[in-house]
């Protein structure tokens, strides 16, 4: 199969999609509607498959946080390359949902969740990259990672 303009972007960039191990939920990773494309949680994780742990104003800063955003945005797209067969068929975010494991005095839960957001941005542009958006804190998340994003996509 032919490499995608998106996937060649990000190797352009230096990144690569994480291996994702298996789900230890019941549910699927994405499900189309229509041309809408609703995609799970998918946690903070290394190229590698290990996890991006730790709580932000506690255990990470805000460039940490940026990060660990970021490997989340990857793992989704990790997920939509399996789903659609090429992230050529991705015309778009339209939104994204992210919580950021943090202490209850942490407020800066928007920035960090920017780490998905600009890549995403970068990948397809600000008219289709950045969709509707919310960011919040969570007293915990799944093994203690340090974030959790899902998002709906419009396809082509």
Not at 17 to 33: A, E, F, M, R
Not at 70 to 80: E, K, T, V
């Amino acid at each position: 199969m032919a490499t995608s303009v998106i996937e060649q972007k990000l190797t352009a960039l230096g990144l690569t999609l994480p291996v994702l191990p298996p789900s230890k939920g019941i549910y699927k990773s994405c499900v189309t509607v229509g041309n809408l494309v609703y995609v799970s949680g998918h946690v903070s994780i290394q190229t590698d498959g290990t996890l991006i742990s730790g709580k932000l104003g506690k255990d990470l800063n805000e460039e940490q946080g940026q990060a660990a955003a970021r490997q989340c945005g990857l793992a989704i797209l990790s997920s939509l390359a399996k789903h659609l067969g090429n992230l050529d068929r991705v015309k778009g975010v339209i939104k994204l949902l992210g919580m950021v494991n943090a202490t209850p005095e942490y407020e800066k839960h928007p920035i960090v969740i920017n780490g998905c957001s600009a890549l995403f941005a970068e990948l397809w542009g600000e008219e289709h990259g950045i969709g509707v958006r919310s960011a919040v804190g969570m007293g915990s998340l799944p093994g203690n990672v340090a974030v959790e994003i899902e998002g709906i996509f419009e396809l082509v």
